[in-house]
């Protein structure tokens, strides 16, 4: 009965290798993600000259440049995705697999980069989310028209939700870390 009992604990302790599927593909996803954001940002620096183009004139200018930023912000949300998924994938790597010793072991390792536990993991992807959103808001900011006085109030409510969410993230990342001291 005992080695019946070793048999299965084996098995199920070796079933957490099947997390390397997510850990593939979340690092493929993020290479693709990486790809994808680079190849925009070539692509927009290879359409700036058309901004000192001398027949672009006034409207069109400011469309162009409406266009431009948006496009900016659209590439910093790819980054920012991919950076995620990064995260995601290093993360479940080091839960369920093994701990990565050349990220321990490197001095210039970001201690974003090394998870101790779910709950770090959580947080570490909850801030990089955080960031996708803010960035997503300053996109839907850019080009939205304001046509009343309440247009610029819902803007100015969602900046200072923004804050807030900011403060509120900054200040359970400080608190954590005070924990992980006393332990």
């Known amino acids: 009965m005992k080695k019946l009992e070793q048999w299965f604990e084996n098995g ?3 079933s957490r290798f099947i997390v390397l599927f ?5 690092l493929a996803t993020a290479l693709v993600m990486f790809f994808m954001a ?4 070539w692509m927009l620096a290879s359409h700036m000259f058309e901004y000192a183009s001398p027949d672009l004139v006034g409207q069109e200018r400011a469309a162009f440049r409406a266009t431009t930023v948006t496009h900016v912000v659209e590439i910093i949300d790819g980054y920012l995705l991919a950076t995620v998924l990064l995260i ?3 993360g479940l790597y080091e839960l369920f697999i093994s701990r990565i010793d050349a990220a321990e072991q490197s001095e210039t390792a970001s201690k974003v980069m090394i998870i101790h536990s779910l709950d770090d993991l959580k947080a570490r992807l909850a801030k990089v989310i955080l960031m996708i959103l803010i960035v997503r808001y300053f996109e839907h900011a850019v080009s939205m028209p304001f046509l009343n006085p309440m247009d610029l109030l819902q803007l100015a409510a969602g900046i ?8 509120l993230t900054h200040e359970s990342g400080s608190h954590s870390q005070d924990d992980n001291k006393e332990h």
């Open 12 to 14: 199920l302790w070796g």
């Open 22 to 26: 997510a850990v593939i593909a979340s």
């Open 38 to 41: 680079t190849v925009d940002a």
């Open 88 to 90: 995601f994938s290093l």
């Open 160 to 167: 200072a939700l923004i804050g807030l969410a900011l403060y």
